[in-house]
């Protein structure tokens, strides 16, 4: 039995889906736990290509059960439209495979216009959210103003519960925003829809994950989004809205005692970085233009074109110490092989002074990237599988990294296929 936490070393898209795909081979659980369907995990497998928002990794593999923790922001819509996505493609998905946290928190219709009303408020100071009412689904968790999906059961329950939350709502909509409002009867014909079609996969998962753990299964753990984006330590108020670190990984999963043997930290070998918050190394004009078009670097679930730059050797040594990394997976190695030399910031300059220490939030607008070059290797790596048959300025790349950042590389990818990457013992 084994404990395994996937989860991003940088600001997201990192390639963590991709990783997950790949190591489920080696795992009988996979599990979300956190996060909601603001952000995409895109994999490349025998069935194509997807982009998943809420299910997690491991629905491609057969005998792989998945499970949504009671972290994660359950939006019944957007589960249900990737359900039926993700089904029309060949692959099953039935209550044997897909395990719901009767603890999850739902997502309510009014989280998503809230998301959309405060950002237009905010106007060219807003925080460039995707809009599918995270923040305000999870300012109504910790408020204690939505309910949990398992409350579907007790259809006396969760009608009271909701006509009490709605007349709440229906103030701040109407008050605050001077917006549409909803009727209870729109609210419990919503939750009657979606009720019906998503109750056959709930369960405890809590009672799930402790059997499997007696029958010694072993679990991995999926983070959406990356340690700088984490509500506590992440770059404030840049971060989502929810804990992305591995620590979290067992409050939202349901298995609250478990103990993470492994956390493989995922890293871009280059930096990227999706929505507003200050960005050190960002790269503008004709450079960023072509990394960007290099690595493909636009959104899976909104197509915006992501903020590059350089590996940010400060913030990845950051992201590796908050996530208590064990390993490390490189990702887009192969995106680098136009390089003639490799920038990499090495360090920030804040008021003249140099550091390497991640600087507090309130700070971070006055740094300044000290880039230094390493040697690139000019040629096509995307095709290698072993390590002695990497260029050797790609082998020194790895190895420059892993000793700046203190962590060991186990994995190199080169690729989005499943099979592209070289395993370092
Ligand atoms: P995630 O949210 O962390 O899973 O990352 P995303 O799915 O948003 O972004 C990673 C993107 O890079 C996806 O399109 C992957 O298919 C792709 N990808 C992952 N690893 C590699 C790699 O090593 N090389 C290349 N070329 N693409 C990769």
Redesign the pocket.
């Given at each position: 039995m084994s404990c395994c936490a996937i989860v991003?070393i940088n600001w997201?898209?990192?390639?963590?889906?991709?990783?997950?795909d790949l190591l489920t081979e080696e795992y009988d659980i996979v599990v979300r736990y956190q996060g909601g369907g603001n952000?995409?995990?895109?994999?490349?497998n025998e069935y194509g290509?997807f982009?998943l928002h809420l299910l997690p990794?491991g629905i491609f593999r057969k005998g792989v059960v998945s499970v949504i923790g009671n972290g994660v922001a359950l939006d019944p819509e957007n589960l249900w439209k990737e359900i039926e996505e993700v089904r029309s493609r060949g692959i099953e998905i039935t209550p044997e495979n897909l395990k719901i946290s009767d603890r999850a928190s739902v997502l309510l219709p009014w989280h998503r216009d809230l998301d959309s009303l405060e950002e237009a408020r905010l106007a060219d100071k807003k925080y460039g959210s995707t809009k599918q009412g995270i923040a305000p689904f999870y300012s109504d968790k910790y408020q204690k103003k939505t309910i949990m999906v398992g409350e579907l059961f007790y259809p006396e329950y969760v009608r009271e519960h909701l006509a009490g939350i709605t007349e709440w709502k229906n103030l701040i909509l109407d008050k605050v925003y001077g917006a549409k409002q909803y009727t209870e009867k729109e609210l419990l014909d919503w939750v009657d829809e979606y009720a019906d079609k998503l109750k056959p996969f709930v369960c405890s998962t809590k009672e799930f994950l402790e059997g499997a753990v007696k029958e010694g299964k072993n679990i991995l753990f999926e983070a959406?989004?990356?340690a700088l984006r984490d509500l506590d330590y992440g770059i404030y108020p840049y971060t989502t809205s929810s804990n992305a670190i591995a620590a979290f990984a067992p409050v939202g999963s349901g298995l609250s005692s478990a103990k993470l043997d492994q956390v493989i930290g995922?890293v871009?070998?280059y930096s990227t970085c999706v929505g507003e918050g200050p960005f050190v190394c960002e790269w503008f004009g004709e450079e960023a233009d072509k990394l960007r078009e290099a690595?493909?670097e636009f959104?899976?679930k909104t197509g915006r074109a992501r903020r590059v730059g350089p590996l940010d050797i400060v913030a990845t040594r950051y992201g590796v110490d908050v996530q208590g990394a064990t390993d490390l997976a490189l990702?887009?190695?192969?995106?680098l092989s136009y390089m003639e030399k490799i920038p990499v910031c090495t360090k920030y300059i804040i008021d003249g002074e140099e550091t390497d220490l991640f600087p507090f939030p309130a700070l971070l607008g006055k740094a300044q990237p000290k880039i230094e070059y390493l040697d690139g290797w000019n040629c096509d790596i995307?095709g290698v599988r072993k390590w002695e048959d990497l260029p050797e300025n790609a082998r020194k790349y790895v190895e420059y990294i892993e000793q700046a950042v203190g962590c060991h590389i186990t994995y190199v990818?080169?690729?989005?296929e499943r099979d592209?990457?070289i395993y370092r013992s």
């Open positions: 991003g997201g898209d990192e390639g963590k889906g991709r990783m997950v952000a995409g995990h895109t994999i490349v290509k982009a990794s959406q989004l990356g995922v871009k070998a690595g493909h959104g899976a990702t887009k190695m192969d995106i995307s990818s080169v690729g989005a592209a990457y």
